[in-house]
Nanobody, 116 residues
Framework: QVQLVESGGGLVQPGGSLRLSCAASGISFRTSFLGWYRQAPGNQRELVAG???????NYADSVKGRFTISRDNAKNTGYLQMNSLKPEDTAAYYC??????????WGQGTQVTVSS
């Protein structure tokens, strides 16, 4: 059974930082693509950052220089370090894993709220 469990969301003031975690089980994590998506009310879900199995990363323009995606294959865990947070970063954040055969799995989401 595949499980992706996110943690680390919460309420933070503008300019603050949070680190999201995504613990995976039931899949070959090290050979999978890991992505973090977010969805704000009324908006479509968007890719924030992704990291290939080989380590190549990509970021949405809106978060470049502020967010860092990483993965620890030994722990089957992915991370999203978010710095210099802005109110417009407020959204539900979702971990997504795409396995080698193209199957995609989603976590349950974790809420990030940036507000003073």
């Amino acid at each position: 059974q595949v499980q992706l469990v996110e943690s680390g969301g919460g309420l933070v003031q503008p300019g603050g930082s949070l680190r999201l975690s995504c613990a995976a089980s039931g899949i070959s994590f090290r050979t999978s693509f890991l992505g973090w998506y977010r969805q704000a009310p009324g908006n479509q879900r968007e890719l924030v950052a992704g990291v290939q199995s080989g380590g190549l990363t990509n970021y949405a323009d809106s978060v470049k220089g502020r967010f860092t995606i990483s993965r620890d294959n030994a722990k089957n865990t992915g991370y999203l370090q978010m710095n210099s947070l802005k109110p417009e970063d407020t959204a539900a954040y979702y971990c997504n894993v795409r396995t080698y055969d193209g199957t995609r799995y989603w976590g349950q989401g974790t809420q990030v709220t940036v507000s003073s």
